[in-house]
């Protein structure tokens, strides 16, 4: 294993670890009754939580899938998986960019949430897509 796979393994890991975090402060949130929420003009109610939890859950599964590389059934098990990883981050990176380029409000309760996060997640999951579509091209199986 190379030291660039190695890197994007331990990056998959610390990302997994802020999902983890991202689930529990909605969980708080949704206990401590801070919706509704606005987001790009549009009002979310508690009943968005649910959505919100469900992609969150399914991003850490993924990501924790991707860092301890566990195999997939198939032909070329790590060449699939890094070429699903690489579009479903570039997904992301795209999401990302949007709300910066469009300037979208992203308000949690009183809480403005700045753009340079968004900024960081843009060049965070663009750098894991083109890390994993790099992986797949060179990858052997």
């Known amino acids: 294993m190379n030291k660039h796979h190695m890197f994007l393994r331990e990056a998959s890991k610390f990302l997994a670890g802020l999902i983890a975090a ?56 790590r060449k699939s998986f890094l070429r699903l990883a690489g579009w479903v981050f570039a997904v992301v990176s795209v999401a990302h960019f949007l709300r ?13 949430v700045p753009y340079w996060t968004n900024l960081l997640a843009t060049i965070v999951t663009a750098f894991l897509s083109w890390t994993s579509f790099s992986f797949a091209k060179h990858s052997t199986n």
Do not use: E, K
Request: net charge negative; no cysteine.
């Open 22 to 77: 991202d689930f529990i402060f909605g969980l708080w949130v949704l206990i401590n009754g801070s919706y509704p929420f606005t987001f790009s003009g549009i009002t979310f109610s508690t009943s968005a939580v649910y959505s919100w939890m469900a992609v969150d859950l399914f991003l850490f599964l993924f990501l924790v899938h991707y860092a301890w590389h566990a195999h997939l059934p198939g032909r070329h098990p």
């Open 100 to 112: 910066l380029f469009f300037a979208l409000p992203f308000i949690v309760g009183t809480l403005h």
